[in-house]
């Protein structure tokens, strides 16, 4: 090292002509060693969906600071000859905060899939080295800098937009079409792709794995259970819990008709009380095309049939999990006649077992966690069948589950900037168009509350 620096240094003075040549040469050396020293660099997976900061090597940094240094003198985002990105390292601003993020400023993140990282940026004067500014929700115009972004030839640089929340709430309408991106929990209308409430790494492995509480040793003063904190949901959903209280034992520790303590709001608490029951109602607050959340992740996390919502495809809950899996409130046409088959099933260990028919395989759960995903998919696939719609349509064939920055880099580096630039943008649509009207689901058991027991199917 000290002959090769000494070389250098006596080269730069007689040779000024080379001196850049060599001091390039050199770092290159610096960089090569510097990446044996850090080989064994430990490295950890970002979550899907989540920023996760993990450590970028020395000899890493070294790379980044020339090729971004070569980049700006030439003032270009290198590309393939097709208009494809050939960036190693992403720079994401993020335009409304990090929702629902443990990200900060200068975090790194690495992806997995495309051999890449990014860094995250909130500082508005980084904007012109910026690769994707993002916002959770739409922004009007005036609140997101549309008009510092370019996309051409020379520079790609892609606004996109994300959310969590319904169309009941969140913003919707013509906002939406200013963005390059949309992510959402909805499995077609995001573009390039959803980013969802499911690890399907983890949500497979939560299908497969038996009842931590078999059938016999399950909470006998109450066959449901209901934890919810917002007793005001757009689809109605307290006043028919409160029907259905009439009908079968439900045990209620959160806040809406509450008549049980002993669990607190937390979701991981949650699973530890759902697991002791036979039945765990997994109504969303509204309902919505894919519009499925964590809800439903934490019953089926628990190894209990979750009891769902789901009409004309808002949601459709095939999408998400395996057929015969789950009780849906609107397969009833009376809330007596929905208690009854409760009621049914959870005296029948061999009916109610039937809903958890995926559970009964003879695969070894703590290798197959240990498999890629695509592995985990093929033997999935192999006991819920080919034709699931969870497989073919679904969350499955849908959710790539890893980073939403790892999955938009994967995709600018495999599709021409040109083709992102004319893709069609729309709006988004309204809940009148997305979702079940307010209230709907009191107004499908309406006539049967009123006339008590008649039997009207909406
Ligand atoms: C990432 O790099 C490693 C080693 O450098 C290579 O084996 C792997 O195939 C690469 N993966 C992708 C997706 O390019
Ligand atoms: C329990 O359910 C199984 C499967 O549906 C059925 O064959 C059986 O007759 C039921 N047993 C009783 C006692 O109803
Ligand atoms: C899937 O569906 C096709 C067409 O309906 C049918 O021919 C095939 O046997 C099905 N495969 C399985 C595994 O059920
Ligand atoms: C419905 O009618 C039955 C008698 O037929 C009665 O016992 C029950 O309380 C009624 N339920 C409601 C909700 O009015």
Redesign the pocket.
């Given at each position: 090292m000290r002959l090769t620096v000494r070389y250098l240094c006596s080269i730069v003075r007689y040779r000024r002509r080379f001196s850049i040549l060599l001091l390039i040469s050199a770092l290159l050396f610096i960089i090569f060693i510097l990446s044996i020293i850090d080989r064994n660099h430990p490295e950890l997976n970002p979550l899907p969906n989540s920023e996760q900061e993990i450590k970028i090597t020395t000899a890493q940094k070294v790379i980044r600071a020339i090729s971004t240094t070569v980049a700006q003198q030439n003032r270009l985002w290198p590309l393939d000859e097709q208009g494809r990105s050939l960036k190693n390292h992403f720079f994401v601003f993020d335009a409304t905060g990090f929702f629902g993020s443990a990200a900060s400023e200068g975090v790194e993140v690495k992806c997995e899939s495309s051999n890449t990282t990014f860094t995250w940026t909130r500082q508005p004067n980084q904007m012109n080295k910026v690769d994707f500014a993002i916002s959770h929700d739409a922004r009007l115009q005036q609140d997101f800098p549309f008009d510092k972004l370019h996309l051409n030839s020379e520079r790609q640089q892609y606004s996109m937009a994300f959310i969590m929340e319904s169309e009941a709430h969140s913003s919707t309408g013509d906002a939406w079409a200013n963005y390059n991106f949309r992510m959402s929990y909805n499995l077609d209308d995001s573009y390039p792709e959803p980013a969802t409430y499911f690890d399907v790494n983890i949500h497979i492995i939560d299908l497969l794995t038996p009842p931590v509480v078999k059938f016999e040793k399950k909470e006998t003063r109450a066959d449901v259970v209901w934890i919810i904190s917002n007793c005001d949901a757009h689809n109605g959903r307290q006043g028919f819990i409160e029907?259905l209280m009439?009908?079968i034992k439900i045990d209620s520790y959160g806040l809406c008709l509450n008549n049980r303590q002993g669990y607190g709001d937390r979701m991981t608490d949650n699973v530890e009380a759902y697991m002791k029951y036979k039945f765990v109602i997994a109504i969303e607050n509204s309902n919505c095309i894919d519009y499925v959340t964590e809800k439903l992740v934490k019953a089926v996390e628990s190894g209990s049939v979750p009891i769902v919502a789901g009409r004309n495809g808002r949601p459709d809950y095939r999408r998400f999990m395996p057929d015969h899996s789950y009780i849906n409130i609107f397969d009833y046409p009376t809330?007596?006649a929905l208690a009854d088959d409760l009621k049914r099933i959870a005296n029948n260990k061999t009916l109610y077992e039937s809903y958890l028919w995926f559970k009964k395989h003879k695969i070894n759960l703590r290798l197959f966690a240990e498999l890629s995903l695509n592995e985990k998919i093929k033997q999935f696939t192999g006991i819920v069948g080919s034709n699931a719609t969870m497989i073919k349509d679904g969350i499955v064939a849908k959710e790539k589950s890893e980073n939403k920055i790892c999955k938009l880099i994967r995709f600018v580096r495999q599709t021409p900037w040109q083709e992102i630039a004319t893709h069609k943008r729309a709006a988004r649509p309204n809940e009148n168009i997305a979702c079940l009207q307010r209230g709907n689901i009191l107004d499908h058991f309406r006539s049967s509350?009123s006339s008590?027991?008649s039997s009207v199917k909406n």
């Open positions: 029907q009439k009908e809330v007596k509350l008590n027991g």
